[in-house]
C-alpha cells in the first residue's frame, strides 16, 4: 500500500490550522480522516461533502482516539488553547495533556510521521505566557519520543489581524509593534501548504523543526495595505499606554514582541522552496483575506483573544 492510499488523521479539521492542513491534504491527494465531536454539525458535514472520512470521537476520550489512528499513515497535531479565551474553555495543562496524549497514541500506532503545530514563540526559556509555555512542553514530549515527527512553528496569523476590537470599523488599526518594529505573519493557507509538502517528504523534514511564516511587516506596511485595500486611510498605531496598562495579557504579548521573542525566526527563502506560493500580506489581503477584511471594516467589538 503506498502512503498516498492511507489516510492522514487531522486533528481541529474543523477549525482554522486544522482545515487549512485539510484542504491542503486534500488538494494534494491524500485521503484525510478527521476526529471530530459531533458527525451531524454543519462544519463535519462539510468536511465529508468535500471527502474526509468522519470518526466521532474527543480529545477527552483516548479511545476513541485510538480508533481514528487504526491504519493511519500520518498524524497532524493541533490543539485547543487557554490563548483562544471562552472558545474552547481549556487550561494550559489540558493543552499539555491533549498534545502528548496524541503522540503517545501516535507511537502505540505505528504512525509512519507526525506533524506537531507548536508556536513560532518560543525560547530557550519559559515566556510567562502559559499558552505559549505549553507548547514548548509539548514539543519536549515529542522530541523524546521514537516517533518520526516534524514541529511546525508557526507566526502568528494574518487571519487574525481581521479579529473585532482593533480598530478597523473607526478608520485606525492598533497592534503590537511599533510604526517601524517588524514582525513576522502567517497566511493560514500556507501553513496548509508547508504542512502537505512535510507529509509528502518526510525523510527530508523528520526530527525538525520548522518555523513558518508568510511575510515580514512593519505597522507602517500594515498602514499602506490596509488604507490601499480600503480605498480610505486606515491610521495604524501601537496599543496605547493605558490599553496596555489595563490589560496584562496585550501587555505581556506587547513585551514578548519588543525582547523579539514574538517577531518570528522563519526562514522565508527556505520557506518559499518549499511552498512557491508563499503570500505576502499584500497578496494574501487582496485575495483569500479580502471579504473577511471588508467585514472587519464593518464590524465592532471586543478583542476576544486570550480571554475566558
Known sequence: MSKIEQPILVFGATGQQGGAVTRALLNDGWRVRALVRNLHADKALALQSAGVELVQGDLNDPQSIRGA?????????????????????????????????????????????????????????????????????????????????????????????????????QGRFNFFMRPEQTMQLLALEDLGLVVAAVFAEPERFSETTLAAASDNVTGRDIEAVFSEMAGRKISYSRFDDDVLASNAFLAKLTELLDTGVLAGTANLDELRNINPQLKTFRSWLAESGRSAFLEALGTSGEWGYGHN
Not at 73 to 90: D, K, N
Not at 103 to 116: C, R
Not at 142 to 166: D, K, N, Q
Request: charge should be negative; proline fraction near 5%.
Open 69 to 169: 489512528m487504526i491504519g493511519v499513515y500520518g498524524v497532524f497535531s493541533v490543539q485547543p488553547s487557554s490563548g483562544q479565551g471562552a472558545l474552547y474553555g481549556v487550561s494550559d495543562e489540558d493543552e499539555v495533556r491533549y498534545g502528548m496524549q496524541i503522540a503517545d497514541i501516535a507511537l502505540e500506532s505505528g504512525v509512519q510521521h507526525l506533524v506537531y503545530s507548536s508556536t513560532d514563540a518560543i525560547t530557550d526559556t519559559p515566556t510567562g505566557m502559559g499558552h505559549f509555555d505549553s507548547k514548548a512542553r509539548i514539543e519536549k514530549h515529542v522530541r523524546a519520543l521514537p516517533v518520526s515527527s516534524t514541529i511546525v512553528r508557526p507566526a502568528a496569523f494574518m487571519e487574525m489581524l481581521l479579529m473585532p476590537g482593533f480598530g478597523l470599523d
